[in-house]
């Protein structure tokens, strides 16, 4: 990752942008790019610094997320969508090359839930990409958060890395807890949200989350690539080529909701097989590589059917009501043919929601 390209090398204290932010510690990182918390000075507030690798193609990545997100940003200048905030941009050059920084609101750790906003297709839903906001702001509440920002390698370093990594720590275990006590109970949604509205007032993981990584989303009318999404999430009609829409961004939404309430992959791909139906059997581009000439499965000879509420009910433990509320939701979402899945704001409608 650290070579001619690849990842930039940066280390808690190093500045960005003349000086402005002081990376603190490592968010997370992608195939693209490493996150990092940083201090901005200018503003005295947390935020997230994305500092993508150099190679052309990473850094014209990072670009068209920046366009994106632009694009998101002047049709909702409220901010009050669940897209991440896009606060700053600049170049920054290391001994890999030129790194396209992206600097965003500081969110916190990952999960669910989406929205879809004028005409862009993610491309990349999973639970990874959607992140919990924090409700701490840990430049105004710095002993809630435990956060101490490191502004100089030199003074109070090796103090504001400890406490830092510590507060990180009780964060993530207490959002374990949540989805622990969550999946144990197998409680409806009421319960579900009551249950981290509890949490949350614990240590202010807030439930309203927000998606990120728009690095390989797209405008509607201008698909990028045949190859989009991670293979979990990742749609049938993607898997056979036949083209997409928004509606892929639902199947992955769906698989997530179905992981969020069980703790199991809704579909654990093995090597490069999965399953599909006749009607758009015949219309993708990669239809041979896994049906026949008479529509059947080339790879899988026998097709074992296990209702879904049935799995929820045998596998998961779920009561009938349950079971049967949540399998109504999740079914037309996972409907082979895409035109025939609910839209998100269907979805949003749906009684399972209320
Ligand atoms: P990539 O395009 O390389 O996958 P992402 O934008 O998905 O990069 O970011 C990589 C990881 O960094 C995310 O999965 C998440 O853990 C963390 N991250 C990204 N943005 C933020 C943010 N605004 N606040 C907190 N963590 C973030
Ligand atoms: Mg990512």
């Known amino acids: ?52 690798k150099s190679a052309r193609d990473y850094a014209h990545a990072a670009l068209h997320e920046i366009k994106l997100l632009s694009a998101v940003a002047k049709g909702d200048p409220m901010n009050s969508k669940c897209v991440v905030k896009l606060l700053d941009q600049f170049k920054h050059a290391g001994p890999n090359g030129q790194h396209v920084c992206l600097v965003t609101e500081f969110l916190g750790d990952s999960l669910l839930r989406l929205i879809r906003e004028l005409g862009i297709i993610h491309t990349d839903l999973k639970p990874e990409n959607v992140l919990l906001v924090s409700t701490i702001n840990p430049a105004k509440d710095p002993v809630r958060s435990g956060f101490t920002p490191i502004l100089d390698l030199s003074v109070g370093n090796q103090y504001g890395r400890t406490v830092i990594s510590f507060s990180e720590k009780m964060l993530r275990m207490r959002a374990r807890r949540a989805v ?118 080339k790879r899988i000879k026998r097709l074992k059917f296990w209702p879904l509420d049935r799995v929820l009910v045998e596998r998961y433990n779920f009561t009938e009501p349950d079971a049967q509320g949540f399998a109504d939701f999740l079914r037309p979402i996972l409907d082979f043919t895409p035109e025939n899945r609910p839209s998100a704001a269907q979805c949003l409608k749906h009684p399972w929601f209320n």
């Open 1 to 52: 990752g650290y070579r001619k390209g690849g990842y930039y090398a940066a280390r808690p204290g190093d500045r960005f942008a003349g000086g402005r932010y002081v990376a603190q510690r490592k968010l997370g990182w992608g195939n693209f790019s490493i996150v990092w918390l940083a201090y901005d000075t200018l503003q005295s507030r947390f935020v997230a610094l994305k500092i993508q």
């Open 180 to 297: 622990a006590k969550i999946s144990q109970r197998r409680v409806s949604l009421g319960g579900v949200l009551a249950e981290v509205e509890k949490e949350r007032s614990l240590d202010g993981i807030s439930l309203k989350c927000k998606i990120v990584d728009f690095g390989s989303a797209c405008w509607a009318d201008q698909q990028l690539s045949g190859e989009i999404q991670t293979r979990q999430y990742r749609a049938p009609e993607v898997i056979i080529g036949s083209g997409y829409s928004y509606s892929a961004d639902l199947w992955s939404f769906a698989c997530m909701a179905f992981e969020l309430a069980t703790g199991d992959l809704l579909f654990a791909p093995k090597n490069c097989q999965r399953c599909s139906e006749d009607e758009i059997a015949s219309s993708g581009t990669h239809s041979k590589d896994y049906f026949d000439r008479y529509g059947d499965l």
